[in-house]
């Protein structure tokens, strides 16, 4: 259900809806809104969440393929709105990212995003589904760590898994001492912190599901596309006018982002963020511990957020998230 843009800009005089703090243990729904998932991977992603005490939702459609996808277009949203309408579930995690939600977007039910009030979580093809929730439900959802991708591993990263339950239970988490050789001075900069996958973002710009936030500490990566390809997305946010509305540009991991061609020139990712720092008139950082690797963070989308930049770094604040779990309950 796509909003008019009358209700849209209402809405945007609201404040955001918070998603509720998500309790231990848990109630974890699973979808497959994009690709179609490994069943071992996700067998295993299942086995970590159960042996920390959580129960765990998978519609049978999640282990549905059809094509490229975990089932038909049909299947997926049939999947996903049975989470949404089971009250028992806490947060709904993606089990795999891809491709897909594109094809579905315009099919999901906002307003039952939103009356929800679950966590959601994912990342790479997931931020359509965070930017949607966030211009068409304006609901607070989560960039992070996907059940087959990161918790079906033999053995999944320490530093994600701490920083996915905190993020999601506390409503104030830090990430400190982040290295970065930057040349800003000392500063304080706060805003509304949002972003992803620069495909996503830069494949939403112009519709519906891209949603209208200024002064933002926008936060990007990227996999396996080369530096002039990823120069040209920033470009057409930046063209389309919502990347120089933005307060700071923070980056992620660019995995195998490199030149591949020998016939031309090797344009760099270090090429890519001097032609960066020299259009943007705020902070363009790097080594945001986030994306397409094993140690990343979750980070909100949506949120408010405080960037303290220093002397060969900076740190990362954010609060007001979540909704605070009532006293005595779990």
């Given at each position: 259900m796509i909003e008019t843009s009358h209700a849209v800009a209402a809405r945007r005089e609201r404040a955001p809806r918070l998603p509720r703090a998500v309790p231990e243990p848990a109630t974890i729904g699973v979808c497959g809104l994009s690709g179609r998932s490994d069943e071992a991977a996700l067998r295993h992603g299942v086995d970590y969440l159960r042996d920390l005490g959580n129960r765990v939702v998978?519609?049978?459609?999640?282990?549905?393929?059809?094509?490229?996808?975990?089932?038909?277009?049909?299947?997926?949203?049939?999947?996903?709105?049975?989470?949404?309408?089971?009250?028992?579930?806490?947060?709904?995690?993606?089990?795999?990212?891809?491709?897909?939600?594109?094809?579905?977007?315009?099919?999901?039910?906002w307003n039952r995003v939103a009356a929800s009030a679950k966590a959601f979580v994912g990342f790479s093809d997931f931020t359509a589904f965070n930017m949607a929730a966030y211009a068409c439900a304006n609901l607070v959802t989560f960039h992070?760590?996907?059940?087959?991708?990161?918790?079906?591993?033999?053995?999944?990263?320490?530093?994600?898994?701490?920083?996915?339950w905190l993020a999601l239970r506390r409503d104030t988490h830090r990430i400190d001492d982040i290295?970065?050789?930057?040349?800003?001075?000392?500063?304080?900069?706060?805003?509304?912190?949002?972003?992803?996958?620069?495909?996503?973002?830069?494949?939403?710009?112009?519709t519906a599901f891209?949603?209208?936030i200024d002064g933002g500490i926008l936060y990007v990566e990227e996999i396996a596309e080369e530096p002039y390809a990823i120069e040209r997305?920033?470009?057409?946010?930046?063209?389309?006018?919502?990347?120089?509305?933005?307060?700071?540009?923070?980056l992620g991991d660019f995995t195998d982002c490199e030149p591949v061609n020998p016939a031309r020139y090797p344009y760099s990712m270090e090429e890519v963020v001097e032609t960066l720092r020299l259009t943007l008139p705020f902070p363009v950082l790097t080594g945001l511990p986030f994306g397409h690797v094993r140690r990343k963070v979750t980070l909100p989308f949506g949120a408010p957020g405080t960037l303290s930049i220093r002397e060969g770094g900076y740190s990362l604040r954010f609060s007001g998230h979540v909704e605070k779990m009532v006293s005595g309950t779990n």
């Open positions: 998978m519609p049978e459609e999640t282990l549905h393929a059809w094509r490229y996808f975990a089932g038909t277009d049909d299947e997926r949203v049939r999947g996903f709105h049975a989470l949404l309408d089971d009250p028992a579930v806490d947060l709904v995690i993606a089990a795999r990212g891809g491709y897909g939600l594109s094809r579905i977007l315009h099919r999901i039910d992070g760590p996907m059940l087959s991708t990161d918790f079906g591993r033999p053995e999944p990263d320490g530093f994600t898994e701490q920083h996915f290295a970065c050789d930057h040349g800003y001075d000392a500063r304080r900069i706060d805003g509304p912190l949002w972003g992803g996958n620069l495909s996503m973002l830069a494949h939403l710009a112009g891209f949603p209208a997305l920033f470009l057409q946010l930046y063209h389309a006018g919502s990347l120089g509305r933005q307060s700071a540009l923070v």
